[in-house]
């Protein structure tokens, strides 16, 4: 019974988001780390992830939800930005920063607020 309310597609989705955030702040750390070493090629989440989960969020199928694992890759789209190969762009690691810090808050309180619903149900307060 209590699994059926953590197998919901909305928050699968949401729970989701929040591991491709996580996963994407580590990406984000390496590329900045990896800012002045020669040949190092960006890394970000693959981009078929975000395709899966909107198909699998659309379609409502908690099943396919449940098994998107987010990964990495290299940003085939990063142009080198140094004579020597380097496509870490320090402003652009930055503002991804900034967008998945606010991404990683949004679904962190879709989450609370859904675990906060049951909790009210399940005891009667807040």
């Known amino acids: 019974m209590i ?5 919901q597609p909305d928050y699968l989705a949401a729970k989701k988001n929040l591991d491709a955030a996580v996963l994407r702040q580590d990406a984000i750390a390496s590329n900045i780390a990896n800012l002045e ?4 090629k960006r890394v970000d989440l693959a981009p078929s992830f975000q395709k899966e989960l ?3 969020s659309s379609s409502g199928d908690a099943q396919s ?3 998107l694992k987010p990964t990495l890759a ?3 789209t ?4 140094s004579p020597d ?3 870490v762009n320090l402003e652009k690691e930055l503002m991804q920063m900034n967008q998945n810090a606010l991404t990683h808050s949004y679904e962190t ?3 609370s607020n859904q675990l906060a619903r049951l909790r009210l149900a399940i005891t009667g307060r807040s």
């Open 74 to 76: 290299v940003d085939t």
């Open 65 to 67: 939800l449940a098994g």
């Open 3 to 7: 699994d059926a309310l953590f197998n």
């Open 37 to 40: 070493t020669p040949g190092y």
């Open 54 to 56: 909107e198909r699998a």
């Open 78 to 81: 990063a142009a080198a930005v």
């Open 85 to 87: 190969g380097n496509t």
């Open 109 to 111: 309180e879709l989450i």
